[in-house]
C-alpha cells in the first residue's frame, strides 16, 4: 500500500472525534440510493475533503451531518461545545456552519444585514451581535463593504459574505459544500489561500466538498474519495504537507505526488477516464 493511502475503516478509534458517521445510508423516496454504508469519522480541528464523482452523496452526507436530512440508516454522532450529540441538535445549538454551492443571499438587503441573520434568527442581542457581525466581516475581509448589496459584489465577494454569515455563529463544525466551484481559477486561489488561513486562526473542523483534484490536496489535511453512487468510501489518502501553504506547496513534486494518488483513487468511478 502507498505511504499516505489509509484504507476505509482504519482510522476507527481516534480520540477527539468531532463527526462520526457509522454505516449511514440514505435512500430516497424515490428509490435512488444516494449513499450505502458510510463510515467517516473527521478530528477536531480537522480539514478533510470530500472528492467523488457527481451523484455519490458528497452533499447528501454533508446534509446528514447538520441535520438537515435524516439518514434511511446508521449512526451519526457529532460533538461541539464539549458535549456529544445528534446532527439535529447542532444548527440550532449554532454548532454547525454550512456554506452552500450558490452564496443564498438576500438581494433586498446589506452584506451587514446577511451576515447577520443567523444571529437576529437566535434571538441575539443587538449589541453583541454588531460585534460579531463586525468580526465576521473582517475575518473575510469584507468590513469596508459591509453596507453594499449583493448586486454590487463579485461572485467571489459574495462567497465571502457566506462563509461570514457561516461564521459568526461560532461554529465548532464548518461545512462547505463546493463553495468556490463558480468561480474564475483565480479568484478560487485567492480563496482557497484566504480559507486556509482562516482554518489555521479558527482551527475549526471543516469537512469539504470539491470536484477539484487540485483544491481537495491543496487545502486538506485528508483527502476522502467516494464512490459512485451509491456512496461509500474508496480510499483516504492523508496530506502530510508543511504548514503554511503556499504556492511553494501548489507547484512542488509532493503536491503533484498527492493529485496522482486521488486521481487514481478516482480512477475506477470514472470508467478509466482520469479524474485530472
Same mark, same amino acid.
Given at each position: =500500500?502507498?505511504?499516505?493511502?489509509?484504507?476505509?475503516?482504519?482510522?476507527?478509534?481516534?480520540?477527539?472525534?468531532?463527526?462520526?458517521?457509522?454505516?449511514?445510508?440514505?435512500?430516497?423516496?424515490?428509490? *435512488?440510493? /444516494?449513499?450505502?454504508?458510510?463510515?467517516?469519522?473527521? #478530528?477536531?480541528?480537522?480539514? &478533510?475533503?470530500?472528492?467523488?464523482? @457527481?451523484?455519490?452523496?458528497?452533499?447528501?452526507?454533508?446534509?446528514?451531518?447538520?441535520? !438537515?436530512?435524516?439518514?434511511?440508516? %446508521?449512526?451519526?454522532? &457529532?460533538?461541539?461545545? %464539549?458535549?456529544?450529540?445528534?446532527? %439535529?441538535?447542532?444548527?440550532?445549538?449554532?454548532?454547525?456552519?454550512?456554506?452552500?454551492?450558490?452564496?443564498?443571499? =438576500?438581494?433586498?438587503? @446589506?452584506?451587514?444585514?446577511?451576515? #447577520?441573520?443567523?444571529?437576529?434568527?437566535?434571538?441575539?442581542?443587538?449589541?453583541?451581535?454588531?460585534?460579531?457581525?463586525?468580526?465576521? !466581516?473582517?475575518?473575510?475581509?469584507?468590513?469596508?463593504? /459591509?453596507?453594499?448589496?449583493? #448586486?454590487?459584489?463579485?461572485?467571489?465577494?459574495?462567497?465571502?459574505?457566506?462563509?461570514?454569515?457561516?461564521?459568526?455563529?461560532?461554529?465548532?463544525?464548518?461545512? =462547505?459544500?463546493?463553495?468556490?466551484?463558480?468561480?474564475?481559477?483565480?479568484?478560487?486561489?485567492?480563496?482557497?489561500?484566504?480559507?486556509? /488561513?482562516?482554518?489555521?486562526?479558527?482551527?475549526?473542523?471543516?469537512?469539504?466538498?470539491?470536484?477539484? *483534484?487540485?483544491?481537495?490536496?491543496?487545502?486538506?489535511?485528508?483527502?476522502?474519495? =467516494?464512490?459512485? #453512487?451509491?456512496?461509500?468510501?474508496?480510499?483516504?489518502?492523508?496530506?502530510?504537507?508543511?504548514?503554511?501553504?503556499?504556492?511553494?506547496?501548489?507547484?512542488?513534486?509532493?503536491?503533484?505526488?498527492?493529485?496522482?494518488?486521488?486521481? /487514481?483513487?478516482?480512477?475506477? @468511478?470514472?470508467? %478509466?477516464? @482520469?479524474?485530472?
Amino acid at each position: =500500500m502507498d505511504e499516505g493511502i489509509i484504507l476505509p475503516g482504519s482510522g476507527a478509534d481516534i480520540a477527539g472525534i468531532s463527526v462520526s458517521l457509522q454505516g449511514v445510508t440514505k435512500i430516497y423516496d424515490s428509490g *435512488v440510493a /444516494a449513499l450505502g454504508q458510510l463510515d467517516l469519522k473527521v #478530528r477536531k480541528g480537522e480539514f &478533510v475533503a470530500l472528492v467523488g464523482p @457527481s451523484g455519490c452523496g458528497k452533499s447528501t452526507a454533508l446534509r446528514i451531518i447538520a441535520g !438537515l436530512s435524516a439518514p434511511t440508516s %446508521g449512526e451519526v454522532r &457529532v460533538s461541539y461545545h %464539549g458535549e456529544e450529540g445528534r446532527p %439535529g441538535q447542532g444548527i440550532s445549538g449554532q454548532a454547525i456552519g454550512f456554506v452552500f454551492q450558490e452564496p443564498t443571499l =438576500m438581494p433586498w438587503t @446589506s452584506v451587514r444585514e446577511n451576515v #447577520r441573520l443567523p444571529l437576529k434568527l437566535a434571538r441575539v442581542a443587538a449589541a453583541q451581535a454588531d460585534a460579531r457581525v463586525e468580526e465576521a !466581516l473582517q475575518r473575510v475581509g469584507l468590513l469596508e463593504f /459591509a453596507k453594499s448589496y449583493p #448586486r454590487e459584489l463579485s461572485g467571489g465577494m459574495k462567497m465571502r459574505v457566506s462563509l461570514a454569515r457561516a461564521l459568526v455563529t461560532d461554529p465548532d463544525i464548518l461545512l =462547505m459544500d463546493e463553495p468556490f466551484a463558480a468561480l474564475d481559477e483565480i479568484t478560487r486561489f485567492r480563496l482557497n489561500n484566504d480559507l486556509l /488561513a482562516l482554518w489555521r486562526n479558527l482551527r475549526k473542523t471543516v469537512i469539504f466538498v470539491t470536484h477539484s *483534484v487540485f483544491e481537495s490536496v491543496y487545502l486538506s489535511q485528508r483527502v476522502v474519495v =467516494m464512490t459512485s #453512487r451509491p456512496g461509500r468510501i474508496a480510499a483516504e489518502i492523508s496530506v502530510t504537507a508543511l504548514e503554511p501553504r503556499g504556492e511553494e506547496f501548489r507547484t512542488s513534486a509532493a503536491y503533484t505526488d498527492y493529485c496522482r494518488k486521488v486521481s /487514481a483513487a478516482l480512477a475506477p @468511478s470514472y470508467s %478509466g477516464r @482520469s479524474a485530472l
